[in-house]
């Protein structure tokens, strides 16, 4: 899955790589995470940046709260799911970032961050799906979800999943709703491991409440406690 992500980058560098116009204001964001509001590109407005919600209500379960709803969908069932289908053949979106974060598990109770990054460290887009769902109150939200596929080889020394990224020159094509489902499903594939890398961070990830540059930055291999290990 794909819990945790960063978009480090500034409002020029995002609409300059995105050829998209950010009318809000936008701070670089290190350590996002679930429920917060983000940064996508829909392919209903793709010459803009729309703010929604990351987790998605299913058609099926209306009104739930945003804490409740689901944040990952896995890929090789995305034009099979109920709950999905609708989404991926009419609301499909771009969810621009430059690094994500996965755990390793050392035993039962040992686990290190690390963040995974393109080889150049440069902005990507994660595959992803909208909807539109009414609150308890009535108020109407938008929210996404990342769609995810088996892991290539650098993630997979790590985690046996990891989030699909589109490549740069197929993003407008996964945004473009005249798109067969043959061509999109044959995007949502592991991206080539040898155009990645991953490095440990500083355990100050595992709290939503931190998100500064110094989650982002390379550190020595330590557990959630803070202490270093030699088996990063």
Known sequence: MCGR???SKSKIELEERFQAELVADFNPRYNIAPTQLLPVITSDSPKGFSFFYWGITPDFGQNKPVAQKLINAKAETI???????GSFQKRRCLVPADGFFEWKKLGKKTK??????LRDEALFAFAGIWEEYETVSGESHHTFLILTSQRNEVV????DRMPVIISRDQEKKWLDKYTSESDLLAMLKPYPGELMMSYTVSPLVNSVQNDS??????TSPMDQFGNYTLFG
Do not use: D, Q, W
């Open 79 to 85: 034009n099979e799911k109920i709950s999905f289908k």
């Open 112 to 117: 290190i961050p690390y963040r995974f990054t």
């Open 5 to 7: 992500y960063s978009l």
């Open 213 to 218: 540059p110094g989650i982002i930055r390379k």
């Open 156 to 159: 997979g020394e790590i985690h």
